[in-house]
């Protein structure tokens, strides 16, 4: 069952428009579900549970302090967020400033992830036609970072290397949502798709014990990688090129599901 919640943000390559395609092809008999790439955590948050062990990851330690103060310390972190405002010199203080506690860092990243363009925290958002960008509804996020917090709440958090993850975690009865950075387009600098190391993530996957479901941009380079292993083509909006005026072709950003078990009839019948 599905539950009306959303991300607390916004991460360039994150699944909100996937997320019911990859809800049914997940697997319902498994007893661990694992994130080594976590990022936004779009699908993580779409049901209530997954299963009885539930693992998120990131290498991003900036992610991952925001998880982990909403987990623990939600009360805190809107006393330090709720009177914040859509304001451009408040988003170059947060943006130039130096944060000491690691509630204050996760309220700086926080709101400039959700404050800028394209979800990117580098420069400041605005909207021409309705309330968004950085004019967000701060009641809304008060309301977000409580069903955050209750969703997080058995759900383990952890800041590791993508193969160490995945080999601590691997047994039978184990799931991997793989959401790694993609071969080609932008990301952020810590995951940086320049430097990730595809043929790796490969050599780690196609070891495991458990089973695996893969999204990646739809390329030769990645076709060539995973050949032998099931794959579904989906195509999404592309956030960042979604303006009106723009052709069809170049809003659309064309991927691929790829799984270590049957997943082309699960998709078929979930259209």
Known sequence: MTIDRKSLINWVGGKRLLRKVIEPLIPTDIKSYIEPFGGGAWVLFYK??????????DLDGRLVNLFRIVKYHPNAFKEEIKYLLGSREMFLQFLNGTFITDIQKAVQFYFLITRSFGGRGETFGTVKRSCGGASKSQKNVLEKIDAIHNRLDKVMVENRDFEKLITQYDFEDAFFYCDPPYSKGCG??????????HERLREVLGNIKGRFLL???????????????EMVEVERLNGINNRQ???RENKMFKELLIANYPIKDLFENGK
């Open 48 to 57: 209530e549970k997954w299963a009885d062990l539930e693992v998120y990851n």
């Open 188 to 197: 952020y600098e810590v995951t940086s798709t320049a430097n990730f190391d």
């Open 215 to 229: 999204s990646y941009d739809d390329s030769p380079k990645i076709r060539e990688l995973y050949k032998g292993f």
């Open 245 to 247: 005026g723009t052709n």
